[in-house]
């Protein structure tokens, strides 16, 4: 596949005729915004035709910032340092390419360095957010999507897409979008309950000293493997790890896939039966807090839960044992624990000079885990007006034991799952990934 750039341009919010609001508002980051990925994520659609024109999505996609006004703004700090949002609406990146073949001499797509070439570079993009649109002989249209984690989570910036297809049919953009961040405010005097610090803060002198595990490695050692869960293998998943639970309700779907794939991949790894393995899982906060935040609010509302076991006990106990220490880990993950964080957040982090532990610089998390779960967020409801995409996933990221879960295009419960592995564990993996014996 060869790809050829046809034309770059910036797009800015098209506000159809109103007066443009001021371009030198300021809006100060969340502690939720603070704590998370300092990065861009890409993510790749493909749709068969028919496909509106470019142009139609690119004047919706003008629309949708009139709406969405933090994309087309740019990333600063104040005179304190802290991080801030200027709606200067200079825009967004746009990109148009084409392809030398059908969509259909290029699939599947794998995950590889080649869908790099699907979306704008990743690497020092002041823009916010960047669409590259890839047209195919056969009439084929492959988005590259790349957006700042700062400015949104999966939660909002899949909100977003909805609105800019909702925007490209000529429909109302809903649900709109609530704008306020300044909603997190600390309690007075702050109640610090839970251990922040080494969880979502570490020290900067942490950051260098990594003394037991690998933290680094060269592309070529990493492969990014793409598993297939059917329906039928996830039902009986489920019921292996809620049998002899003791618990009225089943352990869900989530729950037991990612218990089966830490168990998968800790023994693919060959690990040290007395080592610690740990599982980095978000948690959207927004149904958490009390009073609930709504699901329109736009930003980053997520915290993470880090179930952890001896790799001796991980493999020797059954699934149900992992899947108990997850669900607990999650539950954890309250109205409590989310204000606690604020308060810590709002009053210690600055004066003990903590940075998130978030780092996506990293190429190797063994012998721990990160999920980034995408399967309840509608990313397959981006419809320019020809249909929901043919093909949604994440682009090329190498980080060994950084997975993403996200609804099979198939469309019948089925879930894929991304999952980078050292090239020497895939043989392994690939034995104990689809087996309820292990």
Not at 86 to 95: A, E, I, R
Not at 103 to 108: G, N, S, V
Not at 292 to 300: D, I
Not at 385 to 395: N, Q
């Amino acid at each position: 596949m060869k790809l050829r750039r046809e034309s770059s341009r910036i797009v800015k919010p098209n506000y159809e005729g109103d007066i443009p609001p001021s371009n030198t508002a300021r809006i100060p980051l969340s502690v939720f915004d603070k704590v998370t990925y300092n990065t861009h994520i890409a993510v790749i659609y493909a749709y068969r035709p028919p496909i509106p024109p470019n142009a139609t999505i690119e004047q919706g996609l003008g629309k949708a910032l009139a709406e969405y006004r933090e994309w087309a703004g740019r990333l600063e700090a104040d005179d304190k340092g802290d991080p801030l949002i200027l709606l200067n609406d200079h825009g967004v990146n746009f990109v148009e390419a084409s392809a030398d073949c059908t969509l259909d001499q290029t699939m599947p797509f794998k995950p590889s360095p080649a869908l790099l070439s699907l979306h704008p570079s990743l690497k020092e993009a002041k823009a916010l957010l960047q669409v590259q649109l890839t047209r195919f002989t056969c009439g084929s249209l492959v988005v590259g999507f790349t957006a700042h984690h700062l400015v949104a989570d999966g939660h909002s910036t899949s909100n977003f897409l909805v609105a800019w297809g909702q925007a490209c049919r000529g429909i109302e953009m809903s649900p709109r979008p609530l704008h306020n961040r300044a909603i997190f405010a600390p309690r007075d005097p702050p109640l610090i309950e839970f251990e922040h610090r080494g969880v979502e803060y570490m020290s900067r002198n942490l950051n260098k000293v990594y003394p037991l595990f690998q933290t680094s490695a060269d592309d070529d050692d990493i492969v990014v493997h793409k598993a297939h869960f059917t329906l039928e293998f996830l039902v009986k998943l489920k019921a292996k790890a809620s049998s002899g639970s003791g618990r009225n309700r089943p352990y869900s779907t989530f729950e037991s896939l990612v218990a089966h794939l830490w168990r998968a991949i800790t023994r693919a790894r060959g690990l040290n039966g007395f080592e610690t393995t740990k599982v980095r899982i978000s948690v959207n906060g927004r149904s958490r807090l009390s009073p609930r935040v709504p699901n329109e609010y736009f930003g980053n509302l997520v915290l993470w839960a880090f179930p952890s076991a001896k790799v001796k006990d991980l493999l020797r106990e059954p699934l149900s044992f992992a899947a108990k220490i997850i669900h607990e880990a999650v539950a954890e993950v309250n109205d409590s624990y989310f204000k606690s964080f604020i308060d810590y957040a709002s009053s210690r982090v600055k004066e003990e000079g903590l940075i998130p532990s978030a780092d996506m610089d990293k190429s190797v998390l063994c012998p721990n885990l990160e999920v980034d779960s995408w399967l309840r967020f509608p990313f397959y409801d981006l419809d320019f007006g020809g249909g929901s995409p043919y093909i949604f996933m994440p682009s090329y990221f190498p980080t060994e034991g950084m997975m993403f879960l996200l609804p099979s295009f198939i469309g019948d419960g089925s879930i894929d799952a991304f999952i980078p592995l050292f090239q020497d564990n895939v043989a392994s993996f690939k034995q104990f990934c689809y087996s309820l014996d292990i």
